[in-house]
């Protein structure tokens, strides 16, 4: 089994040479061997966290959630240093699909897509990789513009066929057949090679639905329910001929209920967070 030194230097060429358990090469390595935890964790957005009592507002949880991109956020008890509880966008998701029948949801749930600026992220905005690049150029594309996933699109760019997200990673390091691969394999053939590893390992998987897809003119309560029932963190829009339009995510649907008054944090997110002029999220 090859150092971890010598697997940063394989090139495509010498793929075959990294087949076998990917983890019996990362445990070996003496990067895995004197990397502590002091020394990852300041990579994290707000390190080492940022936290709400249970005093905060929901309004302020749900900025947190929306416009400064937190995924989860730990409910601490500054009294005894415990954490209470985890808030996380998908959570936020099933609450307001737990709504339906309440008189304030059905009326705002029943608007369509179009109608509340959804998607807010539009087909030329999109992050895209195409089925026939490396997989590998997919989450380096990830890391690069900071986004959770990006879908694969046909060669012409037009129809997506499927999503890859940062939580994909995960077969590139446990599926042996797919690890053997990782630096010649296309995101067509990952995406082929990750459902055949979930029909024998984890049949309710989301991924074995296929590409997951709305319109403008559904209503956001039908997108509300479809993602909390699927489990999934991102949709994307498609047109009457199945072309890519944009991408829903759940902070974006998180988004359309909030509006941070002037100076609502003061100045705690100066600098850190550049926002266009007149933003409104």
């Not at 989860?72 to 985890?86: A, E, H, M």
């Not at 890391?143 to 996933?149: A, L, M, S």
């Not at 994909?168 to 995101?187: K, N």
């Amino acid at each position: 089994m090859p150092s971890s030194a010598e697997l940063r230097t394989l090139g495509s060429e010498d793929a075959s040479i990294t087949a076998g358990d990917f983890f019996e090469a990362l445990t070996s390595s003496e990067f895995y061997k004197k990397t502590k935890v002091r020394d990852i964790s300041g990579s994290f957005r707000w390190a080492p966290f940022l936290a709400l009592q249970q005093s905060n507002s929901f309004l302020t949880m749900l900025l947190l959630l929306s416009k400064y991109k937190m995924k989860s956020i730990p409910i601490v008890d500054l009294g005894v240093g415990n954490i209470n509880n985890i808030i996380t966008q998908s959570a936020v998701i099933h609450m307001l699909a737990e709504c339906t029948g309440l008189q304030w949801f059905e009326s705002w749930g029943t608007k369509k897509l179009s109608e509340i600026g959804l998607p807010m992220i539009s087909r030329n905005q999109l992050v895209t990789v195409h089925e026939d690049e490396p997989v590998l150029q997919a989450f380096r594309l990830m890391r690069k513009k900071r986004v959770g996933g990006v879908p694969v699109v046909t060669a012409d760019g037009k129809k997506a066929i499927g999503n890859i997200s940062l939580r994909d990673v995960q077969f590139l390091l446990t599926a042996p057949e797919i690890y053997h691969d990782y630096r010649l394999i296309t995101a067509k053939n990952f995406l082929l090679a990750v459902k055949n590893y979930l029909e024998k390992h984890d049949t309710r998987s989301p991924m074995l639905s296929g590409m997951i897809t709305c319109k403008t003119n559904e209503t956001i309560k039908e997108l509300i329910q479809m993602l909390d029932s699927l489990k999934i963190q991102r949709v994307y829009v498609v047109d009457d001929d199945g072309n890519l339009e944009g991408t829903i995510t759940l902070r974006d649907i998180i988004s359309r209920l909030v509006y941070e008054p002037p100076g609502y944090f003061g100045d705690f997110f100066d600098g850190v967070l550049p926002l266009p002029e007149n933003c409104r999220i």
